[in-house]
Each structure stands twice: as C-alpha cells, then as structure tokens.
C-alpha cells in the first residue's frame, strides 16, 4: 500500500501537532531532582561530587573554583557518577546527552529537547510500524494522533531522562523482531536484520534496566508461536550482543553496585511502607492484594487513552458496579441487533443510555458514559480477534496483548515480591503504550467499520472524552498534575542559572561565593548519600552555568541552609539568593 498525499499531509499535521504541545512551556519549569543527577551525570559528576574531590572532599581544603570543578574527567569518573546517581542505570542514554550537551549548551529547554526529539521519532516510527504489520493506513494514521496527544508520551518527552530514547529504542526492537518472524515464516533469510536486532538490545538494555521485559515478552511470543528453527538458533545469539554488553556493564562498569544498591533501597522502602504510623501512606505502602489493586488499576486504566483518568473521576464501587452492568447489557444488546437487525435493540441501548444519565449517574454522567463506551470498545475489538483470518495477523494480535500487559506484570510480581509498592508507577511499564493505542486505534476502526449506526455515538462519546482529557494535558503543561509531574503546584524557572548570572555580573577578584549546604529526604534512601553531613548539591548545580575556566573563589558553608551569599573582601555579605528549604529545589 503506497501513502497517498493526503496521508503524507495528515501526518505532518500529526507530528507538528505533537512537537507544538511538546515544546509548548518546554523550559518554563526548573528542572527536578532526578533532571539535575541526568545533567550532572552527562558530565561525569557524582552527585555530591564522590567524582570531583579536587573541590569537595580534598582534606584541609575549602574552597575551589569553577576551573577545578570543570576539570576534565576519566571514564572512571563517568561510572562512579552513574553508579551513585542513577544505581548504574542508563549509560547509553547519557553517552547520547552527553555529546548533545556538548553541541547544543547546558540550558533546560536544549537539554529538554533531546527527549522531545525522540517522542516525536516514536510517533513516526508507530506510523510506519503500523503500516508494515498491519497493512492499514487509517490505522496507523489514527494511533499516531492518539499517541501525539498522550499525556504519558507529552510528560516524559519533557523531562531530562531516559523514558523518550526507551520508548523509541523498545518499539524499533519490536519492528525489527516481527520483520525477522514473518521472514522466517515466509523463507526469506536475513541475517542483518538479527544482527541489528542484537545490537538494539544492547542499546535498550543500556537506555533502561526494565526495557528487558520487551525482549521478556519476545521471548514469550517465540516459546508460544515461532515454530521455525533457524528463529529459535539465531534469535537467541542476537540477544546474547545485548546480553554480553550489559553483562559487562554489570560486572565491570558502572552498573558493577546496581543490584547492591537495589537491595538496599528495597529494605528502605519495605522499612517506610511498615512503618507505624506509616508517613509515606498512599505513596509507599505494604505490599497486599488491596494495596497492590488500588494502585494497579489506575496504571491499567491509564494504560489506554479510552480510559484515561476514569478511575479518579468516578465516584462510588456501586456506581461502578452500575456503569459495568450497563455496560454488559449495552453489548449484550448490541449483539441481539446484530443477529436480526432489529432496531428495537438499539432503542433499548438508547434507553440505558438516558436511564443511566438521569437517575444512577447524575454529575458524573460523562465518566459513566465513557466506562459503557469502554466496554464498547472492548466489544469490538473482540469482534476484530475473531474476523481476523490470517495465521500470522492472529499470532500478532496475541502479541499486541502480550506486550501491553506483561511489563506492568512484571511490576505487579516484584511488589509483591519486595513487599512494597513503591516502584508500582506508570513509567516504569510505559514501553507498552504504544502497543495499547494499537488496541484502541483497532477498536475505533472496527466501530466505524462494523457498527453503524452506533458508531456514531461510539465516536462521539470518545470525542467527549478526548475533550475532557486536554484538561490532563493542560495540567502536564502547566506542570500541576501529580500524576505525570509528580506535584500539583507548579515549578518556577530554573533558579541556578540566575544565580550563575548573578555571580558572573557581580564578582570581583578578592570576593567568595557561598554556598548552603541541605540534604534532601531522598538521600537516605541512597546508599551513598545516607550519611550526608554537608551537602555540595547546590553548589554544584550553580557551577553547571558558571564558565569553565573561571577563577571564582567558592565555598560551602554546612551552618547555613539555604542562602548563597556573596563575601565581598571587605567583610561585607550580600545575599544572591534564598532556596527557601525545597520551595526552590524541585
């Protein structure tokens, strides 16, 4: 199937639409904890500087300069900073954001940049994806603009780490493996693909730990359908490159503490979550069928976009129950109009519909109204399973499945399995979103196809909900959503940067910068911040914008919290800036 001009069009329009929102505020909000260890780590510093102690950990010394904290650093700098800021994580993506930094400059929006260029690459490459395996440009073009205007995808293509480059990394291994299955299905040998293939697991395996439930869900795939026996020799010595080189990342690099480090977060956590009285309640909590369900179900219902934000709207189990019901007799229903085509059917349909406005759901009309189309939804994307004719297009819809929910599966095992739920979070399962926008993309197609005349409504109801869902992206863009920014009350902009101006503009040979040092809750969490007594983490976070060869005299003062002063050589203080505790430290 060639692309029509008109395809070309719309999908321009779908990747300018997805820039424009992700761009949209892109350095509007300072960056945060987890941005300012990408950014340092892309250069090779430790947080708290293990890595610099030619200007912080050097006995009898106190103060140093921009020039020493810009001295150049060794590879052994580069693991140490990756090993203590990010447990060992990631090492691809900040050999990529390194050398970017190095071309397009330290400031949050260019840093920031780099993860919106590979959000909208995931969108074409979903587009193309979607045109190769399943032969359907509407298709492709539809899950392209859902997955465009995502607040999962919106939110992390914003942020200084690693989530834009794995999402992209994961879903081009899953292009290259199904290409390498449906070659083997028809006889044709290409051994480049397997080779690529291998080396994108190596990539993805250094992007992010968890990227390995993709290739776990390959694998599942293969032991349930491939039948072919050059696939079952060859798929597995592709995946021993990946495996090799984060073998070695593990054993010899900077990832050499990763499962130490893990361990002892673990017990951390496990400590918080059984606590009495627990103070992390609703955020670390013991790992119970209840406590796992409650967190579950949003990431599950969040996972598709139909679904999007119901379980936080909707008021009630038994208004719950009630929506299900109805839901079941509006399929139900559906099903007798399919038979004999009698409207009567879709009359009562209709009739549930209003029932169901009027007297059970009341303000809350729309959610409920959107859980009956979800169920819907759910219907017709059954009705497409079992027309789907082909062995291999049979096999693929099994795969879709599989990759949608066996990430936030592995989750679920290892909360229970570490008995807390502190890692139960949406990100670290979101390589499946772009298989479930297939799914719905799917379901939205069959409506169209299959149902008339009640694709209209189908349609219209999912519009609505597409409507209130922009309330969700306004809320990720103007940084107040606890779900995907993790606060309500938004950041201001970076305050390191102007305090860098400040210093520039204002000393003079003689003077000294100080610093305060304050140590964050989350230190204790890490073994090799547990024990801070005199935190250089702002003094470091300024110097990232001061020049590099600089002769500024600085220090940091473990009495003073939260001010940076400027000590003229005359006594005399002045005050450059007060973080106020964590008022200014995202």
């Known amino acids: ?10 999908l321009t329009f779908i990747v ?36 610099q102690k030619n200007c912080f950990h050097t006995e009898g010394k106190n103060t140093f300069t921009p020039k020493e904290f810009w001295a150049e650093k060794n590879l052994d700098d580069y693991y140490d900073s990756i ?48 045109k190769e395996h399943f032969n359907n440009v509407p298709l492709a073009l539809l899950a392209s603009f859902l997955m465009a205007i995502e607040p999962f995808f919106i939110a992390y293509s914003q942020q200084i780490r690693n989530y834009s480059l794995s999402f992209f990394l994961t879903l081009l291994a899953t292009h290259i493996f199904l290409k390498i299955i449906k070659n083997e299905e028809k006889g044709v040998k290409n051994n480049g693909l397997y080779l ?20 776990m869900a390959h694998g599942l795939y293969v032991l349930l359908f491939v039948r072919k026996m050059r ?19 593990i054993t010899f690099g900077g990832g050499n503490y990763t499962f130490q480090t893990l361990s002892y977060q673990a017990k951390i956590y496990y400590k918080e979550a059984h606590a009495v009285p627990n103070l992390h309640v609703g955020y670390i909590d013991p790992a119970t069928v209840e406590n796992v369900s409650k967190k579950s ?35 139900f229903a559906l099903l007798k109009y399919r038979e004999n085509k009698n409207l009567k059917w879709l009359q009562g349909i209709l009739a549930l519909y209003v029932l169901a406005v009027i007297f059970a759901f009341k303000e809350q009309s729309i959610s ?66 772009p298989y479930s926008i297939i799914l719905v993309s799917l379901a939205l197609i069959q409506a169209g196809v299959k149902s008339k005349p009640m694709n209209y409504a189908i349609w219209v109801v999912f519009v609505i909900h597409l409507f209130s869902l922009t309330q969700t992206i306004q809320q990720v863009l103007n940084d107040e959503s606890l779900k995907y920014n993790y606060r309500n009350k938004a950041r201001g902009e970076n305050p390191y940067p102007k305090v860098a ?27 090799y911040t547990k024990n801070i007594t005199k935190s250089v983490a702002d003094a470091q976070y300024v110097n990232l914008y001061l020049p590099k060869d600089a002769e500024f005299v600085q220090m940091v003062d473990a009495h003073e919290r939260d001010k940076v002063y400027l000590k003229k050589k005359d006594g005399k203080k002045i005050e450059i800036f007060d973080f106020k505790g964590d008022t200014f430290r995202y």
């Not at 199937?1 to 719309?10: G, K, W």
């Not at 993506?93 to 330290?106: A, C, D, P, Q």
């Not at 696939?231 to 990342?249: D, K, M, N, Q, R």
């Open 196 to 215: 690529f293939y291998g080396i994108l697991s190596a990539m993805c395996l250094l992007s992010h730990f968890l990227t390995a439930t993709v290739f």
């Open 297 to 331: 179900l949003p990431i599950f219902t969040d996972l598709f976009i139909s679904s999007n934000g119901l379980t936080s709207t909707i008021a009630g189990k038994k208004s719950l129950l009630l929506a299900f019901i109805i839901s079941i007799f509006s399929i």
């Open 368 to 433: 409920y109204l959107e859980v009956i189309n979800c169920g819907l939804l759910f219907y017709l994307l059954t009705e497409y399973w079992r027309n789907t004719k082909g062995e291999i297009e049979r096999k693929q819809n099994w795969f879709l499945l599989i990759l949608t929910f066996l990430p936030t599966l592995f989750l679920i095992f290892f909360t229970f399995k570490n008995g807390h739920t502190f890692g139960l979070t949406q990100r670290y399962s979101g390589f499946s979103f």
């Open 231 to 249: 696939a079952w020799v060859l798929l597995p010595l592709s995946l021993s490159i990946g495996a090799t080189v984060f073998g070695y990342w």
């Open 16 to 51: 300018i639409l997805a820039f424009s929102l992700r761009v949209y505020n892109l350095d509007k909000h300072g960056i945060f904890f987890d941005e300012k260890a990408s950014v340092l780590i892309s250069q090779g510093m430790a947080m708290e500087g293990n890595s």
């Open 1 to 10: 199937m060639t692309l029509s001009r008109y395809a070309y069009l719309i």
């Open 501 to 527: 101006e400040s210093l520039i503009r204002m000393y003079e040979t003689g003077d000294t910068i100080v610093y305060p040092s304050y140590s964050k809750e989350v230190y204790k969490s890490d073994v």
């Open 83 to 130: 090993r203590r800021s990010d447990i060992g994580n990631s090492p691809f993506y900040y050999v990529v954001l390194h050398n970017w930094i190095n071309m397009f400059g330290l400031s949050d929006f260019s840093a920031r940049f780099l993860s919106v260029l590979f959000s909208c690459a995931t969108i074409l490459l979903l587009f193309f994806f979607i």
